[in-house]
């Protein structure tokens, strides 16, 4: 690959450089070619160098300096994200914002609407209990007192596709399943605050979400011993009543007050119940009932609030690894227009014909990046190391490279990777998301060695116990930051 100086590069249009570098053979991949280190650490744990799949090449384009299994498919657990959330600042821009209407369908007569009063959802991936409650607020000090009519929750910005939250792993109330909505509020996602109470020989469980109609049964048993993983000890269920959430099982006094997010609730029950609840509590009274619709024509605009912009978006989705946002950008990603009530909803074909698009441009058409719904909670979506660091190498030379690079956790730092890398080169400085699946461990993005130059990293275990080679992904990323490639 030629040298090109920073000026240079920027002349350079992405497609035209990666074009280059697309035409240049990967180095031989061969085991030995993983760090000592690496290498070590794999046969204490008895794993095949097979297992992995590594590509370490410069993050300002040219051929890889390691590559080991290079063009094998295999599963990107959550660095899929990386594809989704750089589309998303070059598709959308980094300033894009998805707006959450609230319109009346009829006039206001001493503090009393004439009619529904209408919530229209934009795909906001982040729309908080808090944020919901402004815009109601915005509507009360706007005159409106009691809605006459209904209250109706417009969801049809998007078209997400049938989901059963239980099906990728069983595990169905946690909020990481969660699916994609036209009007997601909150994650789908209740807090709980379990407490001990020691005098009662029982635990509190306070609901922290305004939720109206859902009340929470602790049958909590307060036992002694270490705190350990109290989630797993822990059986949400709703028994015969679904209005009452029951809490079973054991947890410890040592663990103290904690907090418990659960996703209990089906998304048109949860919205609902959370619309109702906050709008009671802005001040405001329903003649009706809270209840899914589509807006009707000649509605007019009663308040507003725009959501964080996708730059933020994407840093809390690549920091935190959060997959019903990662999802609910993916769809936002087939919307062509952006204008409540003019939308056209968006499924996942459209999200995934517009990215592919996207990969066919910047020539990454024939990368191997086989894509589902976005988050990498899936397991038929598929990359290859060198397709997934030719991304980023791309990535690189993109004008939102500064918004992506931002957005990905610092090692021993903070996100993900604030327990990892502590005693590494790599601290404070290796910018990687991270990946786990049951079977998959995985890394990528940008690490600057000692001279500061600058390396894209993509190292993923595929194996059974994939759990054990973590270490050696790290030991790849120490060796880049420790050295010079």
């Known amino acids: 690959m030629p040298r090109f100086s920073p000026f240079q590069r920027r002349r350079l249009t992405a497609a ?26 794999l046969a204490q744990a008895d794993l095949p160098a097979g297992a992995l799949a590594v590509v370490v090449a410069p993050a300002d384009g040219g051929r890889p300096r390691l590559a080991l299994r290079a063009d094998a498919p295999v599963q990107p657990a959550s660095t899929m994200k990386l594809v989704t959330t750089y589309a998303a600042l070059d598709l959308l821009g980094p300033a894009a914002t998805f707006r959450t209407e609230l319109r009346a369908t009829g006039p206001v007569e001493d503090g009393v609407l004439k009619g529904d009063l209408v919530l229209v959802g934009g795909g906001d991936p982040r729309l ?13 000090a706007r005159g409106i007192r009691r809605i006459a009519g209904d209250l109706v929750l417009d969801r049809s910005a998007l078209a997400p596709p049938p989901h059963d939250p239980g099906a990728f792993d069983g595990e169905g109330l946690r909020p990481y399943n969660a699916g994609p909505d036209g009007l997601l509020v909150n994650f789908h996602a209740l807090k709980l605050t379990l407490a001990p109470d020691p005098a009662r020989q029982a635990v ?11 009340r929470v049964l602790s049958r909590l048993q307060l036992v002694a011993g270490p705190c350990g993983d109290w989630r797993e000890l822990i059986q949400p269920s709703f028994g015969d009543n679904s209005d009452t959430l029951v809490l079973s099982g054991n947890y410890a006094a040592a663990c103290g007050e904690q907090s418990l997010y659960l996703s209990p609730l089906p998304p048109e029950r949860f919205s609902a119940a959370m619309a109702r609840a906050l ?6 009274e329903i003649g009706g009932q809270v209840r899914d619709g589509a807006l009707p024509p000649g509605s007019r605009p009663v308040a507003a609030i725009d959501s964080a912009s996708v730059g933020e978006l994407v840093r809390d989705i690549n920091k935190f690894s959060n997959n019903v946002m990662a999802r609910q950008l993916f769809l936002l990603l087939g919307r062509n227009t952006t ?6 909803p968006a499924g996942p074909d459209q999200a995934r ?22 988050s990498g909670l899936s397991r038929s979506e598929t990359v290859t190391a060198l397709g997934l660091a030719r991304l980023l190498q791309s990535a690189w030379a993109s004008p939102v490279m500064p918004e ?31 990946g786990s699946l049951d079977n998959v461990r995985a890394l990528a993005g940008f ?20 759990r054990q080679a973590l270490p050696a992904l790290d030991a790849v990323v120490d060796w880049v930051a420790g050295g010079r490639p």
Request: net charge positive; charged share 20%; hydrophobic share 50%.
């Open 16 to 41: 035209a450089f990666f074009l280059v570098a697309a035409l240049l053979p990967a180095a031989p991949a061969l085991a030995a070619d993983l760090p000592p280190a690496a290498r070590q650490i």
């Open 128 to 140: 908080t209990a808090e944020s919901l409650w402004s815009l109601f607020h915005s509507a009360r």
């Open 204 to 214: 509190q469980a306070v609901l922290e979400t305004p939720l109206a109609g859902l």
């Open 279 to 284: 709008w009671e509590e802005s001040g405001g």
């Open 339 to 344: 204008t409540a009530g003019n939308a056209v």
């Open 353 to 374: 014909e517009r990215l592919q698009a996207w990969l066919a441009a910047r020539g990454l058409a024939g990368e191997g990046i086989v894509v589902d719904n976005g």
């Open 404 to 434: 992506l690079l931002a957005s990905l956790p610092v090692a021993g730092v903070d996100g993900t990777l604030k327990r990892r890398f502590q005693n590494s080169p790599a601290r404070g400085r290796a910018r990687l998301k991270t």
């Open 447 to 466: 690490v600057p060695d000692r001279s500061g130059r600058w390396w894209v990293v993509v190292a993923i275990a595929q194996h059974a116990r994939a």
